[in-house]
């Protein structure tokens, strides 16, 4: 079996239960960068500094899980920042030094609505698996398409970022064509090339009948062993189980986890 390597993205932690879930996947040499919402570290801030000082990569989700479509630029600006201060904190609390600046937006909304990259972008042969992306993996409606003005907000996002400080997520060898091609080749945020769907686990979303695993199996860009994959899952307590069932499956399926700055 050709080894499949993958980074593990971490989406919402903390939560009252993160603990366990960031121990299950270290108990697993799964190394993960951790996408943290500001609210929820107000209120957990010690499972941040722990899962620092147990060498997981904090990045920002912003502070309230809101999409940046629907907070427009001015207040998503705001939602970066104000969770960029806690994250300076947790590090500085760690006493660890904070090794980049990392940003997900939250739904994967970077001020386009549906659609995570510009739909012009993608090459034409990719246009059917990135909409799947979208519906399968995100949960959005690839119909959806963004408008000028919206792009626009994505781009002034992006420049936002920039300035603050903020670069692209150090993954290597990310060979996938949809992603080399298009314009998640040169976003700021941190992109990703395989939703597990683990979401839709989730009691209301579970009426979808998305079967996850067969997800993994059948995916044809996630079956490249000439490539990494940026491969996104979910910090959330009601669905801690489903997650890592789906890492197991994958790490049974050949899937080496890799870390950042190694
Ligand atoms: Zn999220």
């Excluded at 670069?167 to 298009?182: A, L």
Aim: glycine share 6%; with cysteine.
């Amino acid at each position: 079996m050709t080894a499949r390597h993958a980074y593990l993205t971490i989406d919402d932690t903390p939560n009252a239960l993160s603990d366990g879930f960031l121990d299950a996947l270290q108990k697993r040499n799964v190394p993960a960068i951790i996408f943290c919402r500001g609210d929820m570290m107000d209120q957990y801030p010690d499972t941040v500094v722990r899962a620092i000082r147990n060498g997981f990569v904090i990045g920002n989700h912003g502070y309230h899980h809101t999409r940046a479509t629907k907070l427009g630029f001015e207040a998503a600006c705001n939602n970066i920042m104000r969770a960029d201060a806690l994250i300076e904190n947790a590090y500085r609390n760690a006493g660890v030094a904070r090794p980049g600046k990392y940003y997900r937006f939250a739904y994967m909304d970077r001020g386009m609505g549906a659609w995570f990259v510009e739909p012009a972008s993608v090459p034409a042969r990719h246009y059917d698996y990135v909409s799947s992306m979208i519906s399968t993996g995100l949960g959005n409606n690839p119909l959806d398409l963004p408008n000028a003005a919206q792009i626009e907000t994505k781009n002034a996002l992006q420049a936002f970022l920039k300035a603050n400080g903020y670069t692209k997520v150090p993954f290597r060898n990310i060979n996938h064509e949809f992603f080399t091609q298009s314009e998640m080749a040169t976003a700021v945020d941190a992109m990703f090339t395989f939703s597990t769907s683990d979401w839709a686990m989730t009691e209301r979303h579970r009426d979808k009948g998305i079967d996850v695993k067969a997800l993994i199996d059948n995916d044809p860009h996630l079956a490249r062993t000439d490539t990494s994959h940026i491969v996104l899952a979910h910090d959330q307590a009601e669905i801690h189980g489903v997650t890592i069932a789906l890492v197991d499956h994958m790490i049974s399926k050949g899937f080496k986890f890799e870390a950042l700055h190694s």
